[in-house]
């Protein structure tokens, strides 16, 4: 174990990677697995869908493995050709070096994944941290994005602060006295009272066996997305406690030029249901496919 791993130990990466294939095999449509170099490491990335298909890049959300929210675009699998990398310096099969989420470098390593995959500007997915890391590509090299939808996004707006605190809180207490109901109270604020387990030990090993990326991806200016001009459509959770609607939705409009659409997931938290998912797939499909 490399010492600046984001992994405490060999075991902990083990057991994250064990989650990792349970929670792929739950998901109900075939991957691949395939791998890009990067100059922050190997990228891996999960492949699905039909060959020939529109290309879509799915970025996924921080702090849990990468098959729990590409479960989110099962509605749509079958439409697109999907390219989901395990995002470096996250928990999952990718690089596990600490990165900055408030720099150049997911930008950079992100045009780097485009590049391995033959991509010149496909459409995006962006959930949650990978939002953030969507802009900062789109600051990098806003003409590498041919289209996106950004869901309960990170990057736009401040997580009000006594969110924060209370997350933060639950987070210290749990390292401190190592009591899984601490992890179990954490999750139901983000995912409602009847959190899916694999999120929960998803979000427990992260807690326990990493060290855990608590810096939020800085907010994105007007000035330095002022070159993006691709559709962006952006969805907010209505009971999303880190990125409410009344935050994110005005703030995008001020943000993005070419906005087709700010919206509200009504009925939904940060980590979305079932039918949260679905009503996401609804909104998102034909911004993708236009």
Not at 131 to 154: K, S
Request: net charge negative; hydrophobic share 45%; with cysteine.
């Amino acid at each position: 174990m490399q010492p600046d791993s984001i992994y405490k130990s060999d075991v902990a990466r083990e057991e994250i990677e064990a989650l990792y294939d349970r929670a792929l095999a739950r998901l109900s449509f075939p991957t691949e697995s395939r791998w890009v170099k990067t100059t922050f490491g190997a990228t891996h990335l999960l492949v699905a869908g039909p060959d020939g298909a529109p290309p879509l890049l799915v970025l996924q959300g921080g702090n849990i493995v990468n098959p729990l929210t590409l479960a989110w675009l099962t509605p749509i699998a079958g439409e697109f050709r999907i390219y989901a990398p395990d995002t470096i310096g996250q928990p999952g099969r990718s690089a596990g070096l600490p990165v900055s989420a408030n720099d150049t470098t997911l930008g950079e390593w992100c045009e780097q994944v485009l590049d391995g995959l033959g991509l010149e500007a496909p459409a995006f997915v962006a959930i949650s941290y990978g939002a953030g890391i969507l802009l900062r590509l789109a600051a990098h090299r806003p003409e590498r994005i041919g289209r996106a939808a950004l869901v309960v996004p990170a990057g736009i707006a401040d997580v009000p602060l006594g969110s924060m605190l209370t997350l933060a809180a639950g987070y210290v207490s749990f390292l401190a006295l190592r009591r899984p109901g601490l992890v179990e109270a954490t999750v139901r604020r983000l995912a409602g009272p009847n959190p899916d387990p694999l999120v929960l030990e998803s979000t427990e090993l992260a807690f326990r066996g990493t060290r855990l990326d608590t810096e939020m991806p800085r907010n994105a200016t007007v000035e330095e997305l002022a070159g993006l001009t691709a559709p962006v459509l952006v969805l907010a959770g209505e009971h999303d406690p880190l990125f409410p609607p009344a935050r994110i939705l005005p703030r995008s409009r001020e943000l993005f030029s070419n906005l087709v659409g700010a919206e509200m997931l009504q009925g939904c938290r940060h980590i979305l249901d079932d039918p949260c998912a679905s009503a996401m797939a609804e909104r998102i499909r034909p911004v993708l496919a236009s």
